[in-house]
């Protein structure tokens, strides 16, 4: 099995920053695709960004010039760097990733959340 823990999340002033980290453990033979997603009260699930394990990213138009994402593949983590927070960036934050697991199955994992609020 392969577990992703988020941390960093917290609450923040709007136009503060914060950053996200999923680190990732288990029977990991290869992650492939990681991103983050978040979830507002009410709303759907919504693409954050997203990163290939060769560092390519790509990110909603929403965080655009805002929000960082990157990778440590030695050490099986990804991170979340949100700058200039906005109230409408508030929800909690899920970690993905696409696992090529030691049993050599590939499979969708997903973290619990960790909750951001930024207050206006």
């Known amino acids: 099995q392969v577990q992703l823990v988020e941390s960093g999340g917290g609450l923040v002033q709007a136009g503060g920053s914060l950053r996200l980290s999923c680190a990732a453990s288990?029977?990991?033979?290869?992650?492939?695709?990681m991103g983050w997603y978040r979830q507002a009260p009410g709303n759907r699930r919504e693409l954050v960004a997203r990163?290939?394990?060769?560092?390519?990213?790509n990110s909603a138009d929403s965080v655009k010039g805002r929000f960082t994402i990157s990778r440590d593949n030695a050490k099986n983590t990804m991170y979340l760097q949100m700058n200039s927070l906005k109230p409408e960036d508030t929800g909690v934050y899920y970690c993905?990733?696409?696992?090529?697991?030691?049993?050599?199955?590939?499979?969708?994992?997903w973290g619990q959340g960790t909750q951001v609020t930024v207050s206006s």
């Open positions: 993905n990733a696409v696992v090529l697991t030691t049993a050599r199955s590939l499979v969708d994992f």
């Open positions: 990163i290939t394990v060769d560092g390519t990213t």
């Open positions: 288990g029977s990991i033979f290869k992650i492939n695709d």
